[in-house]
């Protein structure tokens, strides 16, 4: 029997039935915009086809799962920004951070040996950990991560509000937590954003 995968429909029935004829016409009509729209957001060829082929083999393991009033389509680009923000979370370390340090006392000629960097580093990290679970998972993904608040409030299905009250408050907590002192790094290190508002 002969099916017309094009209709949105159609295509998510034979999905969820294992018709592996579908599951190769989903694949080869998203591929290559899932890997172009993968490619904006890494900017790395190959890192945007492992994050599309991951999308697939989850779409055919979660087949079952696809309700028939999806929107294949938005589902698709959907499921490809997840993936982004969950590899790149998994992968990136501490390290992008530490070079900000590094690079703000070099900025200003200070020397780290006299600046305690490691001390410093130990204190700023040790207040991030300490805030709230979602204060800080916020935090992390909009100062460490580079999202923005529309990008943070789409991915954990909260309001743009939230999210800026939850940076709100978690510049709020670092301050006191770690007094004048370390204010200064703070600020330089990200930027000039201490209400949250300006993302």
């Avoid at 016409?25 to 190959?46: G, I, M």
């Avoid at 790149?88 to 370390?93: A, E, G, L």
């Avoid at 992390?140 to 509000?161: M, P, Q, T, V």
């Amino acid at each position: 029997m002969m099916w017309d995968f094009s209709i949105n429909s159609i295509l998510i029935d034979q999905l969820e039935k294992g018709n592996e004829k579908a599951f190769s016409f989903l694949v080869e009509n998203y591929n290559h915009r899932l890997c172009v729209y993968a490619n904006s957001l890494v900017n790395d060829p190959v890192k945007s086809q492992d994050i599309v082929q991951n999308v697939f083999i989850k779409t055919w393991e979660k087949r079952e799962t696809l309700r028939n009033n999806l929107s294949l389509k938005g589902f698709m680009y959907r499921a490809v920004h997840n993936e982004f923000i969950d590899q790149y979370r998994s992968t990136k370390s501490l390290m992008a951070l530490e070079k900000l340090y590094m690079d703000t006392l070099l900025q200003f000629e200070m020397e780290p040996e006299s600046e305690g960097l490691e001390k410093i580093m130990a204190m700023v990290m040790g207040a991030i950990n300490e805030l709230p679970p979602k204060c800080q998972q916020i935090f992390l993904l909009s100062k460490k991560e580079g999202l923005d608040n529309i990008e943070i409030a789409e991915y954990l299905e909260i309001s743009r509000k939230t999210v800026e009250n939850q940076i709100t408050k978690a510049f709020a907590i670092l301050r006191e937590k770690l007094g004048k002192k370390y204010e200064m790094i703070m600020f330089l290190i990200f930027g000039g954003e201490i209400k949250g508002l300006s993302k």
